[in-house]
C-alpha cells in the first residue's frame, strides 16, 4: 500500500522531470529551427540550458508537492513564477561565469533574461498549466488506484454521546454500550473491506464527535476543514485538522460568518451536492463553491427541508446515481440521477468498493432494491446512532 505523502512525492518527482524535459527539448528544437541550425548544435542548447533546467526541476517538485498544481489558473502562476525564476538564474549563470564583475554580471544576465532566456520562459509559462497540472493529476489517480481502498478517518464515541444533539426528532434514550459495540462491529467492517483505519483522538466533552464526517470534507488530496452550524460543535474540528494534516493533505477552511457541516456534502464525480440546511447557510456554501470551483468541481446547493443534513435523506451508488427518501426534499429535480427509496435510515450508503456499499439494517426494504441493481450490500445495526441523527456516513470519512 502506498501511503499518501509518498504518492505524493512520486508524483511530483515524475511531475517535475517530465516538464523539465519537455521545456528543455521545445527550447532547444525552437533554437535549431529558428537559428537554422545543425542537429549537433542540439547538444549544445541543451548543456547551456542544464542550470535553468535542474532549477525548474526543483520548483515544479515544491509546487507539485505543496500541492500548487491543482487547477490550470494556479499552474498558470507557478509556471510564470518558475519560468522568470529557472531562466533568470540558470542563464545568468551561464552568462556570468564568461563575464566576471557583478556589474557584467548583472547586464548580461538581464540581456540573458529578455533574449536567451525568452523561450525558456514562454515554454514553462506554456507546459506547467497544461501538461505539469495534467501529469500530476494523471500520476496522483494512477497511484492512488495501485494504493486501492485506502484510509478511513473514525472517532470512537464520546461518553457523553446521550446528550449528543438532535433536532429533526424526539430525544430517546442511548444505550452507551450497545453504542460502542455498534461502532466496533462499523470500524471492523470497514477493516474486512481493506480499509485503514486512521483514528482521531476520541474526546469526552464532545458529545457528537463520533461524527466526524461533519468536520472536513475531502476534495482529491484537498481536506477542506468546515465551521460546523452548531457552536457546541466547533471545538471537533480541531483534532481533525490535525490529524488530516499529518497524512499530507492539503489543508482548506470554511470560516465564520459561513457554516458547513461536512454531513451535507455529497461528493458524485465532478459534482458536489450542498444542503442548505439548519447546519449550513449561504456563506458556507459560497465559500465552498469556491474552494470546489478551484478544483474542477461543480457546486449545486439543495435545499433540506425535513432533515438534519442532505446526506441524512441522500447518498451515492458506485455508479453516480443520487438515492435518496424523497420526502426530505420539495424537489429532487436538482439531482442529476435520482433513485427514490422506500425507508429514511436507506438513504445512506457508504461505498466500500466498486461493487459493495454497506447502509443500515433498519432500512431492509432499501437493502433489498439495492442488492436487486447487483450490488453486495453490508448491513449493521445502526440504531443507538439513528437515535442521534447519525447514519453510516456519519462516523467515517473515506480518503481514497
Not at 502562476?77 to 538564474?89: C, L, N, P, R, S
Not at 444542503?275 to 461543480?298: D, K
Not at 435545499?303 to 458506485?318: D, E, Q, T, Y
Not at 427518501?325 to 427509496?341: C, W
Request: negative net charge.
Amino acid at each position: 500500500m502506498i501511503r499518501p505523502v509518498v504518492q505524493r512525492v512520486i508524483a511530483a518527482l515524475v511531475t517535475a522531470f517530465v516538464v523539465a524535459f519537455i521545456v528543455l527539448s521545445a527550447n532547444a528544437v525552437a533554437y535549431y529551427v529558428s537559428q537554422d541550425m545543425t542537429l549537433d548544435a542540439i547538444g549544445e542548447v541543451c548543456a547551456y540550458y542544464l542550470p535553468s533546467a535542474a532549477i525548474l526541476f526543483l520548483l515544479t517538485y515544491l509546487a507539485a508537492f505543496l500541492p500548487l498544481l491543482s487547477s490550470r489558473w494556479s499552474g498558470l502562476a507557478v509556471g510564470v513564477v518558475a519560468g522568470v525564476i529557472a531562466g533568470f538564474v540558470g542563464v545568468g549563470l551561464q552568462v556570468g561565469s564568461s563575464y566576471p564583475g557583478f556589474l557584467a554580471f548583472l547586464d548580461q544576465a538581464v540581456f540573458g533574461l529578455t533574449t536567451l532566456a525568452l523561450v525558456f520562459v514562454l515554454a514553462t509559462v506554456i507546459v506547467m498549466p497544461t501538461l505539469g497540472v495534467w501529469i500530476n493529476r494523471a500520476m496522483r489517480d494512477v497511484l492512488a488506484e495501485r494504493r486501492g481502498k485506502t484510509l478511513a478517518l473514525v472517532r470512537a464515541p464520546a461518553s457523553t454521546l446521550a446528550n449528543g444533539l438532535v433536532t429533526h426528532v424526539a430525544r430517546k434514550k442511548v444505550n452507551l454500550d450497545l453504542a460502542d459495540a455498534q461502532w466496533d462491529a462499523y470500524v471492523e467492517t470497514l477493516q474486512e473491506c481493506g480499509w485503514r483505519i486512521i483514528e482521531v483522538d476520541a474526546r469526552d466533552d464532545l458529545a457528537d464527535s463520533v461524527f466526524v464526517e461533519d468536520t472536513v470534507v475531502i476534495l482529491g488530496n484537498t481536506a477542506v476543514i468546515t465551521s460546523p452550524g452548531s457552536p457546541a460543535r466547533v471545538e471537533e474540528t480541531e483534532d481533525t485538522e490535525s490529524t488530516v494534516r499529518g497524512l499530507g493533505l492539503r489543508i482548506e477552511r470554511i470560516e465564520p460568518p459561513g457554516t458547513l457541516d461536512g454531513g451535507d456534502v455529497l461528493v458524485v464525480k465532478d459534482t458536489v451536492y450542498v444542503g442548505s440546511s439548519t447546519r449550513t447557510n449561504a456563506e458556507g456554501i459560497r465559500q465552498l463553491r469556491v474552494l470546489a470551483g478551484r478544483r474542477g468541481y461543480t457546486v449545486v446547493a439543495v435545499p433540506v427541508a425535513r432533515a438534519l443534513h442532505l446526506k441524512s435523506a441522500a447518498s451515492v451508488l458506485p455508479d453516480g446515481t443520487v438515492i435518496g427518501y424523497a420526502k426530505a426534499f420539495d424537489n429532487v429535480s436538482l439531482f442529476s440521477r435520482f433513485l427514490p427509496v422506500p425507508e429514511p435510515h436507506g438513504a445512506t450508503v457508504v461505498i466500500v468498493d466498486p461493487n459493495t456499499v454497506l447502509m443500515s439494517a433498519s432500512a431492509p426494504k432499501t437493502a433489498g432494491l439495492v442488492r436487486g441493481l447487483g450490488y453486495r450490500v453490508i448491513t449493521l445495526d445502526m440504531t443507538e446512532f439513528e437515535k442521534l441523527e447519525g447514519s453510516v456516513t456519519c462516523l467515517s470519512v473515506l480518503i481514497r
